[in-house]
């Protein structure tokens, strides 16, 4: 029997990686212009990161997390998500103590058991921000600017933004009071986690995915109706500065977002089908997890929901040819002359490939043409005899002359 890749897993395969890498080189490219940094953490933590750090009535931590035991009868679990590791790493490390803000960047892979579906999967990849030290709008703004642009490079349009309040712990406790008399009296329609959590974060139940509660939060109080004037000032001075970068975004007071930890802002940007990067402020995570008090703010965008959108929306990924020039061989000795022309070649950094397969002259023409190579050579006894090559642009069939024994009139031929 074939064995085949784990339920909601997806291999990226060499016709495929390109667009990765140009994904990943631009949101790279985007985080060094905000003067982000990167950070590299573990695929897995203890368990007890993510009870602490998402929260224990979120989706992820009562439904989704791959949690084992390791021989050393640790709980282990695999990232679900990368802030709650990358406040471990800030806190652990004591980049608190350096000069603040702390900016990080991640790209990582995530795992969840999910239902999976078109968008979802068990294995997935985010890239996430986390910007550690400010209090202030302006910081919100920018995370949320940083997600704009990184959209904006990549030629996405379609996209829209929506942001929204949470609150704060001096105001969540009224409002929390509000919901739960709405919700009380249809508590016996709720789903079965949301029971669970009527008590312990209402709030959450305004993010549960079951059609039964959705019908039931449609009609519930808004928070926006019960922030405080602190949060409501926070809220006023983020929309100046999302303004003033002339940043379209619309209010969304029913957006709560997956996990516990948010207070304030928080903020979707989505297309028809799905969400594809969320984020908000989380000012007592830093905490909550062991550290000084610190407000922070950040994002996770899903790599393969971004790319899907690239492909729906018909923007084409630039996909350089892997092979500049393809040296076929006629011979034992002419292929030895290839295999050291190859070398030679690369190290000045063009892309060569050379026969591995025994083929004939003909056979291996095909192979470079299927391969996309930019140019063919074929070496012979005669071109060894008179120190020549012909280069054959695949293009439009012209053919260039160049010296064997001179790497530099290859060069440039092929440049
Ligand atoms: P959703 O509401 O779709 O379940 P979420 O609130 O769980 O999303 P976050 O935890 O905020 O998502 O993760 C940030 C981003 O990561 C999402 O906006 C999405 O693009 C991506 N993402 C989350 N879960 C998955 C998944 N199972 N498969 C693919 N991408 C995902
Ligand atoms: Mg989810």
Redesign the pocket.
């Given at each position: 029997m074939e064995i085949q890749a784990p339920k909601g897993t997806k291999d990226i395969l060499p016709q495929d990686a390109y667009k990765w890498q140009y994904v990943e080189g631009i949101l790279r490219e985007v985080s060094k212009a905000f003067g982000v940094r990167e950070i590299r953490t573990p695929i897995f933590e203890h368990t007890e990161l993510f009870l602490r750090g998402v929260g224990e009535t979120t989706?992820?931590v009562q439904k989704e997390m791959y949690t084992f035991k390791d021989k050393g009868d640790r709980s282990i679990t695999l990232k679900p998500?990368g802030t709650a590791p990358s406040v471990r790493a800030f806190i652990e490390n004591r980049l608190f103590n350096e000069a603040q803000p702390t900016k990080l960047y991640y790209i990582i892979p995530?795992f969840?058991y999910?239902n999976v579906q078109k968008?979802?999967?068990?294995q997935?990849h985010?890239y996430g921000i986390e910007m550690f030290g400010s209090k202030e709008p302006s910081m919100d703004a920018e995370v949320i600017s940083l997600a704009m642009e990184a959209l904006k490079r990549l030629g996405l349009k379609s996209l829209s933004l929506n942001i929204n309040n949470l609150g704060c712990p001096k105001c969540r406790p009224k409002y929390n009071e509000a919901l739960k008399s709405y919700l009380q009296e249809n508590y016996d329609d709720l789903c079965d986690v949301c029971k669970t959590r009527f008590e312990k974060n209402p709030m959450r139940i305004l993010d549960c995915k079951e059609k039964s509660c959705n019908k039931i939060t449609k009609n519930a109080p808004i928070i926006l109706d019960y922030i405080c004037d602190e949060c409501n000032d926070h809220f006023t001075e983020v929309k100046k500065y999302l303004d003033a970068l002339n940043i379209k975004y619309k209010i969304d007071p029913g957006i709560v977002?997956?996990?516990d930890y948010y207070t304030k802002t928080i903020f979707?940007i989505l297309n028809e089908d799905?969400?594809?990067?969320?984020?908000g402020r989380y000012d007592k995570l830093i905490e909550e997890i062991g550290g000084p008090e610190m407000p922070a703010v950040g994002f996770?965008?899903?790599l393969?929901?971004l790319i899907m959108t690239l492909e729906q929306e018909g923007i084409e990924i630039p996909n350089e040819g892997y092979i500049d020039l393809y040296i076929g061989s006629r011979g034992d000795k002419a292929k030895m002359e290839a295999f050291i022309l190859a070398k030679k070649l690369r190290e000045l950094g063009i892309k060569t490939e050379i026969n591995h397969m025994g083929r004939s002259v003909k056979a291996e023409m095909k192979y470079a043409n299927k391969i996309g190579a930019l140019y063919t050579t074929i070496l012979g006894d005669d071109e060894l005899e008179n120190n020549t090559l012909k280069l054959k642009r695949m293009s439009d069939g012209e053919q260039f002359e160049a010296s064997l024994n001179n790497i530099e009139s290859i060069k440039n031929v092929l440049k």
């Open positions: 989706d992820i998500e995530c969840r999910e968008g979802r999967l068990r997935f985010q977002r997956g996990l979707e799905f969400t594809v990067c969320g984020g996770g965008m899903g393969e929901r």
